[in-house]
């Protein structure tokens, strides 16, 4: 297919674009394959706005007389309207974006067309292996072994090709356990504890049904991982009543009687569409432009959003807290275990790992945790706040995670190395991006893709030391203990980077973050210019020693 | 120092709501000025200190297995549970808390026995640091159009009014007297503050005694004068604070609002902000759902939408952004009032000052605006912060809330304040302590009446003295910005954790910006003060210095040694319990050393935090005059 034939009128002239806290600006509008670009000629202030197509969420269009209007509502939750004279260039240009914004197949996208305009040092497809991870853990211990088992994706489909198990545990077990877990997602390493050796495994629910099926070899796995004596914990992220329902079609939970050395804890995460419609109503009321205060509280009360976080935050806590302070291993899993099972883990390892919390150790668990461990961001993410289609895979499982993220980075801002643009950047790129990194559902359609080829990583761009800078947290100073935040309403707040992005002017918060930055930077420079002296003055003082001895 | 003790009583429990830690047993002294609470639990001695004046409420609650509980709420928001052992003991304490806690006489209050070591000298110098002609001299008057007078020098325009007020060159005496009669308590309409600029004021008054008909052609010449004051506009506005309905019952007590038929070209306008009864139910109904035992994200927005508190602040914030307007881009002159024009007008007219003028966000400048504004003008605080025993129904947080817009206003405009959150909640204690003479009494003839300036001490250099802990590293200065135009959309608005849940230090940030910047500041001093010194032993050596020397350099950060408080929270609903072999945490076979490592580590960072918690005990003790003790 040819994007030309989509576009019908590829320019327009004297297009006015609107933004919130900008003045309308008249400029010339053009559309590409995959961008549409607005330039205004004004001489004192030239400006370019470049537009993925794959960003828009959605286009409304209306008229007054011949002018044209098309308001533009985008994944990343900006709003833009432009006008555009001409009735004619005005639907042609809202139904060539309309239809390049929905492209549906995967390899039309924009990273199959990309080309990079940086020098690439790093090939982020390659940056962060299973083998390197396997390795750093066989340094601590030697009761986990890497499985091939999943090398063409023929157990598990929405599984890496390689897994760490228990050593203990060999192929056959593992494709036994294979058909009594959801998705075929048996139990898995997640997390390994090195200050007292406890694990985090996650997998997907038991297929125990109402007979109450069970299977050996996945008690044995799980089982696997506790010390003698001791006892396990196991976090299911559903509610006891829908874990009880999904009996019924074939699902269920770990019986007591069955798992006898493993304490189960119910809580419940939410999932999919009720997500989805509690971002719906949190952006609908973050952009009502209303005065009245009881409204904007009770409409935010009744998105949910807050909830959720302190949901998924709470779950992950307690599981960090089982495994540092209760000292034992644990097992998360949901019903698929490719949702709320991947907040809970990955937010559970930030807690506890000051590894996460690097810009490296992050992008690395984003990896291992969310695009490895088979989170379908395609489906996910496919919309976003302004959606009309309802489908129920999208939701916003990903936002909320880094949204937790967040909430901790806000409570120990001097814990993490990467600050919350990082943050906001990782948002968008899952949404829409010119990179491959977060296209298809797993492993297995990225390299029925061949996105390694054929596009380029976004880990290969954000790890240049250009891209860096602008990412890394001036406060942070390395803190190697875990970090318990705190859950309470009062502890969580709506996250303004995001929500509030476009909705409010941001200019005296980014001077008082221009100015905190350079407030410690001087300090820095300060500190070096001392040492420097300092050492002069020690050098000096020895060479006189020298020449008073000579 | 321990014969000074009234009361001691042992085997008593301080309970914290939000960890999981054992609550702390040790010992209540209670002394002349305040309530010490010493951990006897701690290795490290731990000790609470509760001012009798900050000391709202006390109640005894049912008894529990644990004793008898005490739970005492505080002015500055601290909530204390404490059980104690022996049912004796607690009545007893009980009955001193609220004799102590509710003198009945003024001279009782902690201002008068207050005895820094300060020279007398020092102490009148204190007095004078905030000369509200100097401020009025800093707007340029006495100008062509307006006058400092000494017309109420005997109280006899105004008794709450102070003995010097500015206003119109045109209003002679007989003006101003007229107009006194004709406004409730003789509050005549006097000027807060000039705008330099373009010459609009913003003025002050109480309601007028309208009634439904009633007129008074000096108030009628006193506006008139006011408006002719700022040649620049051809109108005013005149700005009724209070909900139009409020106004109007006014009407039929005589009171009331202007009819704009009877004054030239004004424009008169209602701003609702509700009054002083419901201002108060808003905060009791806000520090309930602040103190509920693990409410949900629903349960505390639901709670926080249904106390209508942030409500409230909008509608104060909102009424402060339209004056700064009027002032600004109208260029027109505002007369405000509400009912005696102390309570609402004074958060008004002190909030736009703010936004109009960079001056009140400086130190000094704040000080100047609450002695002006507040202090001066008749805010009574006496009443309205409850210091003496007297009509429950006179007390109204109506200070908290101008604290709370400017606390606001600080998370919109994060560099424009010279001061930080602490220096508000510091000066928001202070309102209530009673330890300096600033805020007694209700007006400046009352506080004279009580030899305040003889008798006691200003908290303002006090708090100079703090300059370096509580002031902000952001600030850029006095001419980096001018006016502030806040966004008043209700997503701007947050809930102010700091303020009403101060003392839930689990619920805060682990770690402080603040700290960390502020620490920042004092080490530039030091390292430039090295830099110099090490220069100086280099004198031959001048020019930049070599730029690998600069990257190459470690650089080490003294600000990591901030202690974090963080202990997990109960994340489960009820705590997992002992493993199934009976081993509790403290016991487990087969520790590794790494384990035991950082056993110590843990160990040794909850001696830091607690450590660091008798610190700030002792910070607030110098704050709360121990000296006088030793």
Known sequence: ?550 | FYTLFMLQVENVKLLDRYTNRKAANGTVYLTATHLIYVDASAEVRKETWILHHHIATVEKLPLTTAGYPLLIHCKNFRVAHFVIGQERDCHEVYTSLLKLSQPVKPEELYAFSYNPKMSKENREIGWKLTDLKVDYQRMGIPNDYWELTDVNKDYEVCNTYPPEIVVPRAANKAVVIGSSRFRSRGRIPVLSYLYKENNAAICRCSQPLAGFSARCLEDEQMLQAIREANPGSPFMYVVDTRPKLNAMANRAAGKGYENEDNYDNIRFKFIGIENIHVMRSSLQKLLEVCEMKSPSMSDFLTGLENSGWLRHIKAVMDAGVFLAKAVKDEKASVLVHCSDGWDRTAQVCSLASLLLDPFYRTFKGFMVLIEKEWIAMGHKFSHRCGHLYGDPKEVSPVFTQFVECVWQLMQQFPCTFEFNERFLLEVHDHVYSCQFGNFLGTCHKEREDLKIFEKTHSLWPFLLQKKQELRNPLYRGFTAYKELQPNTLPFSFQFWCGMYNRFDKGMHPKQCVLDQLLSCVSQKVKLEDDASELENKLPFLDGPLPSEACSLSKVGNAASKTPMLNTPQDYEGDPPPVLSNGASEGELDGVSDVDQKHKENLSLYRDLHDLNDTIDVLDSEAKDGKPQHH
């Open chain 1, 1 to 550: 297919m040819e994007f030309a034939e989509l576009i019908k009128t590829p320019r327009a002239d004297n297009v006015i674009l609107h933004r919130p806290f900008y003045l309308a600006v008249e400029g010339t509008l053009c559309l590409t394959g995959h961008h549409l670009i607005f330039s205004s000629r004004r001489q004192d202030n030239a400006e370019e706005l470049w537009l993925l197509h794959s960003n828009i969420d959605s286009i409304e269009k209306r008229f007054v007389g011949s002018l044209g209007t098309i308001v533009i509502k985008c994944k990343d939750l900006r709003i833009i309207q432009l006008d555009i004279p001409g009735m004619e260039e005005c639907l042609n240009i809202a139904s060539s974006i309309e239809a390049l914004s929905t492209l549906d197949s995967v390899i039309l996208m924009y990273p199959f067309f990309y080309r990079p305009m940086f020098e690439i040092l790093e090939d982020g497809w390659r940056s962060f292996l299973p083998d390197q991870e396997f390795e750093l853990l066989s340094a601590l211990t030697d009761e986990w072994r890497l499985s091939c088992i999943n090398k063409e994706f023929s157990v598990c489909p929405s599984y890496p090709p390689v897994v760490i198990v228990p050593k203990s545990i060999d192929d056959e077990a593992l494709r036994k356990v294979a058909t009594f877990r959801h998705g075929s997602r048996f139990p898995v390493l997640s997390y390994y504890h090195n200050k007292n050796g406890m694990v985090m495994m996650r997998s997907s629910q038991p297929l125990t049904g109402t007979n109450g099926r069970r299977c050996k070899e996945d008690e044995k796995l799980i089982n696997a991982t506790l010390r003698p004596g001791k006892r396990g914990y196991i976090i299911d992220t559903r509610s006891l009543h829908i874990a009880q329902q999904a009996r019924a079609k074939g699902g269920g939970f770990e019986q007591e009687a069955h798992y006898p050395q493993w304490r189960r804890i119910h809580k419940c995460i939410e999932r999919f569409n009720i997500l989805q419609e509690s971002l719906i109503k949190l952006v609908e009321a973050c952009n009502d432009q209303s005065h009245n205060m009881d409204r904007w509280l009770s409409k935010l009360e009744a998105s949910n959003w807050l909830t959720h976080i302190k949901e998924i935050l709470t779950a992950a806590c307690l599981a960090a807290q089982c495994i540092d302070r209760e000292g034992a291993s644990v097992l998360v899993h949901g019903t698929e275990g490719t949702d709320s099972t991947l907040q809970v883990t990955s937010l559970a390892q930030i807690i506890l790992d000051p590894r996460c919390r690097t810009i490296r150790g992050f992008e690395s668990l984003v990896v291992r945790e969310w695009l490895q461990a088979g989170h379908p961001f395609q489906q996910r993410c496919a919309q976003s706040a302004y959606s009309n289609s309802k489908q129920k895979w999208e939701a916003p499982v990903f936002l909320l995670f880094l949204d937790c993220v967040w909430q901790i980075l806000r409570q120990f801002p001097c814990s993490f190395e990467f600050n919350e643009e990082f943050l906001i950047m990782l948002f968008e790129h899952a949404y829409a991006s010119q990179f491959g990194t977060f296209l298809g559902n797993n492993e297995n359609e990225r390299s029925k893709l061949k996105l390694p080829q054929k596009t380029m990583s976004l880990w290969s761009w954000v790890n240049t030391s250009e891209e860096l800078s602008k990412f890394q947290n001036p406060l942070f100073e390395a803190n190697s203990l875990v970090i318990w935040p705190s859950v309470a309403p009062q502890s969580l707040q709506l996250w303004e980077g995001v929500f509030l992005r476009w909705n409010r002017p941001s200019k005296f918060l980014d001077e008082a973050h221009k100015e905190m930055i350079s407030i410690i930077n001087y300090n820095k420079e300060l500190q070096a210019k001392v040492n420097a002296l300092r050492r002069q003055l020690a050098e000096m003082t020895t060479n006189d020693k020298m020449q008073e001895n000579l």
